[in-house]
Structures are given as C-alpha cells and as structure tokens.
C-alpha cells in the first residue's frame, strides 16, 4: 500500500533518503534542515511510502507529477530511497508512476554521492532509467556573429508532420514512436510550430537536419534549444552542425535581438558541446541525473 505522508513525518523521511546515501549523521542532519521546509504540507502530499504486511515503511519517494495544464509531461522523483529487496523497491515506484499521467521522468543526482547513484541506477535500471548528464548552456542573441552561408529553415507544418518525423528518425538513427514524438514536441513547454526547423544547404535541395526550438518571442524573450542533429552523411566534420546551429539563432535573433537561447546538452556528445562552446555558449554548470524517456 502506498500512502503519503504527514508534515511532521518529512523530517523522518528526509533522514531515510540520507541514510540511503550513506551519510554518517542522517538524522541529525534532516533536523538541522527541517527549518527550511517551508511547504511541509505540500510537500507531505508529494511525499509517499511503500507499506506491506504491516511493518515499517520499506521504500519511500518524492513524487512530483506534472499538473494537467502541463505542457511538458515530466514528472520527477527524488529523493527516493528503500530498504531490502530491490524488486520490492521497484514494485513501489513502479505503482507510484502508475498513479499519476505523464510522458517522462527525471532524477535529479545533484549532490548525491557516486555509491548511492550507482545504488539507485541499480535499483531503476530495469524500469527504464538510464544514467545521463546535461550540460546547461546559455547563448545571448545580442551576441550572434553574422554567417556568410546561413542555411534556409523550412517550419512544421501538419502536412509535414511526417517528414519531419522520418528525418528526426534518420539523424539519430534511432526509432521516434508516437509517444516520444508527441513528448519531444512539449518537453520544452507549448509546443511552437514556427520554431521547429528543418534545414537546406538551399531551398530547393534535401533537408539535411533539424533544429526543434520552443519559447514565446519577446525583445527580451528565452528560447530553448530541445534537439539539433543532422543526417549521418554530414557528420563528418563539425561544419554543417555549426552553420545549423547558428542558421538558427540567427532566427530566433530577429525575433528577439535581447533574448536567449538555453540548452541542455548531453555530457556524452562532446562535439555538439564543442561547437555550443566555439559559437560563445555559456557553461552554467552540469546536472546528472537518471532519466526515461518514451519510445
């Protein structure tokens, strides 16, 4: 059974997630926190335990679900902890997800010591998780250097829905099924059909990528930058990412010339961070966590 929790029972659970990544003084530290929780009861019902046969609680989480006007359907966990059997541990969270709508799900690791992320990659793994790490990047549109070949956009449409699908699925070579494909275009809020790109070396030649953009213009505006790829044939060198890149902010500049642009880049695909970095992002600081997404 799973039930949330009291306010007065956070400061007991905070000091069983420390315990689970092996702090020496767990209780002791929850206590010096506990002032600062300053919406116990709210949090208390985001806060949820395992109870079975009528013992003490065997796994416990923060559960926080999107809310129904949502547009990225994310929900997020942690901190999470459990005592025992793994499987029973996976039964919990496995149920808790069950209870609330959602396209994808996030652990944060910020802070968390490397036994206990490999402990709860253990525990998640078979339910989907994987271990990633994003860079967060930011770039000023004020600061976007002119391109002597900007490549030309072509935006979403619903006729086009489907070819924007294929070359998505050809650039990663990997598969796009419909609940990933509807998450991707509402991980980064509303979705935005002006600001989902394909790219021409011309207009009257093949797509050779894609840049998928969301936010609301402004003079002072902040987009986000959710994907950027192109086709296999062009990965051979960085050139073609780079003007893809730039065509693009170049875009998003003339609509908003005192805006900017955010990534999250993946730590694993250190070219793109290269070229994110040559055109004058930003690093803002990295974030590992366990994430899974829809097929």
Request: charged share 30%.
């Amino acid at each position: 059974m799973i039930r949330a929790l009291a306010p007065d029972e956070l400061v007991w659970f905070l000091a069983r997630a420390l315990a689970f990544q092996g702090h020496g003084d767990p209780m002791g530290l929850a206590q010096r926190l506990a002032p600062s929780l300053k919406h116990a009861r709210r949090d208390g019902r985001r806060t949820f335990v395992w109870l079975d046969g009528g013992g003490p609680p065997r796994a416990g989480a923060h559960f926080r679900a999107p809310e129904p006007d949502d547009d990225a359907r994310t929900a997020r966990l942690g901190p999470l902890w459990h005592e025992g059997d793994e499987e029973e541990g996976r039964a919990f969270v496995r149920e808790l997800l069950a209870s609330a709508p959602h396209d994808a799900v996030e652990v944060r690791l910020d802070g968390v010591p490397e036994t206990a992320r490999a402990r709860l990659t253990s525990w998640l793994a078979p339910l989907g998780f994987e271990p990633t790490e994003r860079i967060r990047m930011r770039f000023p549109l004020a600061d976007t250097p002119p391109l002597g070949r900007p490549l030309s956009l072509d935006a979403w449409t619903p006729e086009t829905d489907l070819a924007f699908r294929e070359l998505y699925r050809a650039a990663e070579r990997a598969g796009a099924g419909e609940a990933h494909w509807s998450w991707l275009k509402r991980q980064g809020g509303r979705f935005r059909p002006d600001l989902w790109f394909v790219a021409r070396p011309a207009p009257d030649q093949e797509p050779i990528g894609y840049a998928f953009c969301h936010g609301d213009d402004a003079l002072d505006a902040r987009y986000r930058l959710v994907a950027v790829g192109v086709l296999p044939a062009h990965r051979g060198s960085t050139e073609m990412v780079r003007r893809l890149v730039l065509t693009t902010l170049l875009e998003l500049a003339a609509r908003s010339p005192f805006g900017s642009v955010d990534v999250q880049a993946d730590a694993h695909d250190p070219k793109l961070v290269r070229i994110l970095q040559s055109l004058g992002f930003d690093d803002l600081g990295r974030e590992p966590r366990l994430e899974r997404r829809p097929a």
